[in-house]
């Protein structure tokens, strides 16, 4: 294997080591903390409150553009939080490869300085 040389080559595996490790984790979606009754009657929660919780619920959109979600145990609220956040940084990290990646196939000398108006001629 070769060693990358420049720095924008070290940049990019490094990059390329950032988003396997965040990808291993990445968990997509938007956290959201509720509140709830329980099941038991007379408990305060059917009253004046309060309710119990906050308990951690993420919801994303899934197949066919429906908003979905699921209850997330206690036990992995921690990791979960992580591994949200994971996907964000995944997002960040992808972004700036790309930017990197265009550096490497069109370097800037060979690159025509021009923007492209949008929209209708
Ligand atoms: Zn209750």
Redesign the pocket.
Known sequence: MKEPTTKAEQQREQLLRQIEQLARRALFGTLSETYR??G?PG????REGPK?GPHLYVSYRGDKGKTTGYYVPKAVQAEVRKSIEAWSQLQENLWRLAQLNKERLIPTSLRKNRTFATGSN
Do not use: D, G, Q, V
Request: hydrophobic share 0%; charged share 10%.
């Open positions: 009754t329980c038991t408990c305060r929660c059917h119990h």
